[in-house]
């Protein structure tokens, strides 16, 4: 089947990026949330990430005109059964997934490729959720979707070689360099990515340093763009936490048991930059 039309179903910070990147790339994009506010801001997210690229000289008005005329919106999943490829970006929550893959099962026309930007969860669980498991795949997007290059290429146990071929040249087309990982809690990114944040958080919990020393260590001593603490809080606390407790959970190691300072936080609403405020203020 030739990809004309992708569904991003997810308006957020990862969906609003792979829905940008994929118009970006040609195609007609569908991107769905729950509600209009939430595709309000989406594409306000988009609007933006292409404004700093004119402001670079790396795009035209007339570039973003087309682009973002290639972006419709929509409340209603049934909407996907236009789709020739689809991209689920929601919450990192394994029931809310499966419930939104067993929808899209229903809604999608045969042989469309349903694939999840899930960071952690079980390709093959959520391919469960479907009478297409062999249509189902990982394509996990690092963030900022438009800037990253990788994107992991995660085969669940049914998953067929030709649903395979079809996500690593799609992802190609879109500019992005395919990785294929195997299904294991975290993958490849995040089952070290993670735990080195969580250890950074104790550091943070035990008085080790202060978030700022510990950052500043990483980026000034192991050349790290970002420190981990901050990196966090672009992530989302809450994203961090709920894959700390996959990974806990799917491989039973205490090393992977969340920092209490990190489930705190979380609790008191402190999500990071969404939230205006992490391990930092955000004005």
Known sequence: MEIKTIGVVGAGQMGSGIAQVAAASGFSVIMNDVEDEFIDRGLAAIEKSLGRMVAKGTLTDEDVKSILSRIESTTSLDDMARADFVVEAIIENEAVKMEVFRRLDEACKEGVVLSSNTSSISITKIASATHRPGSVIGMHFMNPVPVMKLVEIIRGLATTDETFDITVSLAEKMGKTPIPANDFPGFISNRILMPMINEAVYALFEGVGS?????????????????????????????????????????????????????????????????????????
Not at 229 to 258: F, S, W
Not at 262 to 278: C, E, H
């Open 211 to 283: 978030a700022e020393d510990i950052d500043q260590v990483m980026r000034l001593g192991m050349n790290h763009p970002m420190g981990p603490l901050a990196l966090a809080d672009l992530i989302g606390l809450d994203t961090c936490l709920a894959i700390m407790e996959v990974l806990h959970r799917g491989l039973g190691d205490d090393k992977y048991r969340p920092c209490p300072l990190l489930r705190k936080y979380v609790d008191a609403g402190w999500l990071g930059r969404k939230s205006g405020r992490g391990f930092y203020t955000y004005g």
